[in-house]
Structures are given as structure tokens and as C-alpha cells.
């Protein structure tokens, strides 16, 4: 073999070689999606709100525990008789104002966050590229919805079972059934809830595409938020309501009635769907086309 057939086969190889270290644009997007998971988890702040979130269930069994008084309206009334209302009853109280407050403050930070301390400049440097960041910053939103509802679901479950009594379960309709069922059914009432706060998350990606300072992001969206249930109450104009954001969220409930009423879940995550959707393509539309001087 001459000396150039030896140098060519070299510079072969090393091209073979670069050629395999080099990520794929698939890798690219795993680990893109990965980052930004540890960007929302790696925060204090995200903890101290799961935290804070997982401290409601407590709160509210520790108090009904300590009153000693049983009965009453809705599944507050019903959690000294049967621990297992204490997962209900936690996410039914968590949903007009914990969880939308811990959503507004991620989705409003998702994007100005890191324009405010120059990082997203050197992000959209790398081949990922923005449409793909967005849906990255997306995707965490979505997981960091599923987790806080979960949270709620796992600590009212472990209080339930420690300070109340536990079993079969009287649903709504009047039907009893195992505790097994009624797990099962909070489980998937927790996801319902998860999946109402995806407007929500969406309108605050959009707003943080707006502005470099993740405070603003964070007021603005909650008070979006505040907008909707102002709206929400004004008996005058009941014709918008279907409307609006919220108006679906109390249907969680129809999944402990046997069977379970669809209607209302369908039409929430109808809605839940539009917000997002149009929310999402005006967040692309101003981050594909955004000037970043961070």
C-alpha cells in the first residue's frame, strides 16, 4: 500500500470518526427536551411550589381532623367519613387559584426568563432551532402541569389514608363502588385537571415571548387569569361564557358520577385545545420572527 492509499484511508477514518461523534438531529432534540426539564425542575422555586402544593391535602385534613365535625357539602363534607374525598376535594380547592398561580409563574418565566440573563441568545445558536426550543419549552410546561396535579393527588392520598378512614366509595350518582375504581377515577381527574391548565400554560408562553423581564410575564398572565373570572361572574354577559377559559374547568367532577358524564369533560378539552393551539401559533409567530438582544 503506497504512502497516499495510507493518508487517504487516515483521513477516511477521522472523517468517519467526526462523522459519528457529530448528534443527530434527533439526539439534538432528546437532549434539547431533556435540558429543559432540568431547567424547571432544577429551580428552588419549582420544589418549594410542589411543596407548597403538596402542603394543601395536609392542610385540609389536618383541619377537618382537628375540628372533629363530620359531614357537610360537596367532598369537603364527606372526607371525616372517607379519607379517599381528601384527593377530590384537594384538587377541586387547588384549581381556582394554587395551580393556575404556579402555572402563570413557570410558563410566564418559560422564555423571558432566559432572555432577561442573556442565555436564550447562545440557545438559538445551537442547531435546534426555534421552532423546536418552543416546542421543548412546551413539552416542559405540559410535564410540570401533570406533576403539580399529581403532587396534589399523592399527598391527598397518603394524608387520607393516615388521618381518616378509607374505603368503598359513594359516588356522586349514588353508586357505590371499590376504593380500587374510585383511585382510578381521581387518578384520571387529576390528569383532566392537568389538561385544563394547558390554556392557561399557553397564553402564558405567548406572553413571555412578548418581553425579556420574567415578572412582567408572570403579572401579565396572572392577570389574564384575573380577567377571565371577572368575566367569568358577570351574570350580564353569560352568552361569552362558554368561552372562556375556565368556564369547563368544574367538569373534573362528572367522572365520579356512573357512568361518567362526558359531555362537559369533552367540551373543557375542546376549548382547552383552542386556547392552546391559538395561543401557541401567536408564541411561534412572535419567536420565530423576535429580535434577541439578550
Known amino acids: 500500500m503506497s504512502l497516499s492509499e495510507t493518508a487517504d484511508r487516515r483521513d477516511l477514518a477521522k472523517v468517519n470518526n467526526q462523522n459519528a461523534r457529530r448528534p443527530t438531529a434527533g439526539r439534538h432534540t432528546i437532549a434539547l427536551f431533556a435540558s429543559e426539564l432540568h431547567l424547571v425542575f432544577g429551580r428552588a422555586r419549582t420544589w418549594v411550589t410542589l411543596a ?3 402542603g394543601v391535602p395536609v392542610l385540609v385534613g389536618v383541619a377537618i381532623k382537628l375540628s372533629g365535625t363530620e359531614g357537610g357539602e360537596g ?3 364527606q372526607i371525616a367519613g372517607n379519607g379517599f374525598f381528601l384527593v377530590v376535594a384537594s ?3 387547588s384549581l381556582p387559584f394554587f395551580l393556575p398561580t404556579a402555572v402563570t ?4 418565566e418559560s422564555l423571558a426568563g ?3 440573563l442573556g442565555t436564550l441568545r447562545n440557545m438559538l445558536t445551537a442547531p435546534a432551532g426555534r421552532s423546536r426550543l418552543l416546542a421543548a419549552k412546551m413539552v416542559a410546561l405540559v410535564v410540570f402541569c401533570l406533576t403539580a396535579t399529581m403532587t396534589i393527588w399523592l399527598a391527598g392520598l397518603i394524608a387520607g389514608v393516615v388521618l381518616f378512614p378509607v374505603g368503598d366509595v359513594v359516588l356522586l350518582s349514588g353508586t ?3 376504593l380500587a375504581d374510585g383511585l382510578l377515577r381521581a ?3 387529576a390528569i383532566l385537571v392537568a389538561l385544563s391548565l394547558l390554556g392557561l400554560a399557553g397564553v402564558g408562553l405567548f406572553v413571555s415571548s412578548l418581553t425579556s423581564t420574567p415578572l412582567a410575564a408572570m403579572a401579565a398572565t396572572f392577570g389574564a387569569f384575573i380577567v377571565f373570572g371577572i368575566l367569568g361572574a358577570i351574570p350580564q354577559i353569560d352568552e361569552i361564557h362558554p368561552w372562556l377559559l375556565m368556564y369547563g374547568w368544574p367538569s373534573f367532577a362528572d367522572l365520579l358520577r356512573d357512568p361518567p358524564y362526558w359531555d362537559a369533560i ?3 378539552l375542546l376549548l382547552q385545545a383552542a386556547y392552546l393551539g391559538v395561543f401557541y401559533a401567536a408564541a411561534w409567530a412572535r419567536f420565530t420572527s423576535r429580535d434577541i438582544n439578550g
Open 176 to 178: 357505590t363502588v371499590s
Open 187 to 189: 387518578f384520571g381527574i
Open 75 to 77: 367532598f369537603i363534607g
Open 266 to 268: 369533552i367540551r373543557n
Open 91 to 93: 384538587l377541586g380547592l
Open 114 to 116: 432566559e432572555a432577561s
Open 52 to 54: 407548597v402544593l403538596a
Open 105 to 108: 409563574v413557570v410558563a410566564g
